[in-house]
Nanobody, 127 residues
């Protein structure tokens, strides 16, 4: 499977960005998907996840109320709408997929199964 993330850029604090992830190599419709990020000098962390169907979501506490994850299974695409961006959101954002079909829960245990394949997209938020 290949995950191609795009949509990053340089914005000011308070601005919005929408990231997209195109999935190829397999149908994404049976797999929960998510976004991870890695800030300079820090470990990669979970940001958001969405179930394979019914649109259940799970977020890092720091982005709740500001970020929204969604998916379009017909087009094998996952999105991350990011509003009210803050300088601490600066990171490389990676699209990720659960390595098991039809699994999802709103827990950190589930998010540990997300795997990021492909290059990320850089989001830089200036103050």
């Amino acid at each position: 499977v290949q995950l191609q993330a795009s949509g990053g850029g340089l914005v000011q604090a308070g601005d919005s960005l929408r990231l997209s992830c195109e999935v190829s190599g397999r149908s994404s419709s049976n797999y929960a998907m998510g976004w991870l990020r890695q800030a300079p000098g820090k470990e990669r962390e979970f940001v958001a996840g969405i179930s394979w169907s019914h649109g259940r979501t799970y977020y890092l506490n720091a982005v709740k109320g500001r970020f929204t994850i969604s998916r379009d299974n017909a087009n094998n695409t996952v999105y991350l709408q990011m509003n009210s961006l803050k300088p601490e959101d600066t990171a490389v954002y990676y699209c990720a997929a659960d390595d098991r079909p039809r699994r999802f829960s709103q827990t950190s245990t589930w998010s540990n199964h997300l795997r990021a394949w492909g290059q990320g997209t850089l989001v830089t938020v200036s103050s």
